[in-house]
């Protein structure tokens, strides 16, 4: 396999056929640096108008708003949490909570479970590795590597959470009883956030909850491996959720980027707190009251691996019809968006790459 020096190709090769060994080698990227390379394969090389955006940051201190959920208990301190929220998902489209409810030995056995998956032998992975994810598992790196410019540096496990759990079997056993406490408490979590969200809307508490739209659950376990070369390419390229809402819990190391205005700006970790995003669905069903922005990571500069658990809310009624709101439509403010059935929406969003896969413009009247 050809490798790059400064950005230049050694050796002519077949990309298609570069591509194909490294995913039917089923190694993943731990593989790769498990193997001892030096220098990246080029199908994980970034164009150059992408790299040189990685040095790309906000000329402003600007930080991610975090919110303390502690107080939404107090009818009289309630409002102000979901002002808070409404204000951070108009504008940026993330914020982080605090006091949400989880336990910190929780969180850190979330992280724990995903990290010592991705450092088992390859053989044992390599039982789960598919893109067809027909039992609701899977291992991959890289979802869009057939479909992507760019390869990025990073491996996946993937289960369904919603509404019916992945075959239960099928979870690898090393986090499965870790995995299946993590969904009661993001079950519980989507609730009162969805409930928070509609406040924030001037809705009933009920209204997103009553559309399904935490019921559909996605969880994702990404590994970031050290990257030897991490300006010639990315941990995850630019892009915005396709869903409702996203809950990501990351480690302490860091490397998620938020696309603002002016320039990118860091989430940075903050210890027992969760990192919330708005998707392009809710954006949608919103009538743009809420925001759904890029997001990327960089790849992984540090001497340890990077992990991070995402779950992905999205409607459990796949078959329904969304747009936005009827209540959020007016003479003044008319439906910015089309109608349209989920499962056409989110099958448009993995047919294409994962950069650029923001879907509003799709569906925008």
Not at 69 to 79: F, G, K, N, Q, T
Not at 345 to 362: A, C, E, P, V
Request: glycine share 8%.
């Amino acid at each position: 396999m050809a490798t790059v020096d400064g950005g230049d190709l050694v050796e002519s090769y077949d990309r298609a056929k570069a591509v194909k060994e490294f995913d039917e080698s089923k190694i993943g990227v731990k593989g790769l640096i498990d193997s001892g390379i030096k220098e990246l394969p080029p199908f994980f090389v970034h164009p150059p108008e992408i790299l040189s955006d990685l040095k790309t940051r906000s000329k402003l201190q600007t930080e991610i708003p975090t919110v303390d959920l502690s107080e939404i208990e107090s009818p009289d301190r309630r409002p102000a949490v979901v002002e808070q929220i409404r204000r951070a998902a108009s504008t940026v489209g993330f914020f982080q909570i605090i006091n949400h409810g989880i336990a910190q030995e929780v969180l850190d056995r979330t992280i724990a479970s995903m990290k010592a998956f991705h450092e088992q032998p390859t053989e044992i992975k390599a039982r789960v590795y598919r893109r067809e994810a027909f039992t609701g598992v899977s291992f991959i790196s890289n979802v869009d590597l057939y479909k992507s410019n760019a390869a990025s540096w990073r491996d996946t496990l993937q289960i369904r959470l919603g509404p019916t759990l992945a075959d239960e079997h099928e979870i690898p056993e090393i986090c499965r009883k870790a995995t299946i406490e993590w969904d009661r408490h993001i079950v519980r979590l989507g609730e009162l956030l969805m409930g928070l969200l509609s406040e924030g809307l001037g809705l009933s508490t009920e209204t997103l909850k009553e559309m399904t739209c935490y019921e559909g659950r996605v969880m994702v376990g990404h590994y970031y491996p050290f990257c030897p070369q991490p300006d010639m390419t990315v941990g995850l390229t630019s892009h915005a959720d396709p869903g409702v809402l996203t809950v990501v819990l990351q480690d302490h190391i860091g490397g998620l980027q938020v696309r603002s205005s002016d320039g990118w700006i860091d989430v940075k970790p903050v210890p027992g707190a969760l990192v919330i995003n708005i998707g392009d669905l809710l954006q949608i069903i919103s009538n743009e009251k809420y925001k759904s922005v890029d997001h990327r990571v960089l790849a992984n500069a540090s001497g340890e691996p990077r992990v991070s658990v995402a779950v992905f809310y999205n409607p459990g009624a796949r078959e329904n019809v969304f747009g936005p709101l009827p209540e959020l439509t007016s003479a003044e403010k008319p439906a910015r968006y089309r109608s349209f059935k989920y499962n056409e929406f989110i099958t448009r969003f993995f047919s294409k790459q994962l950069d650029g896969k923001s879907l509003t413009n799709y569906y925008r009247q």
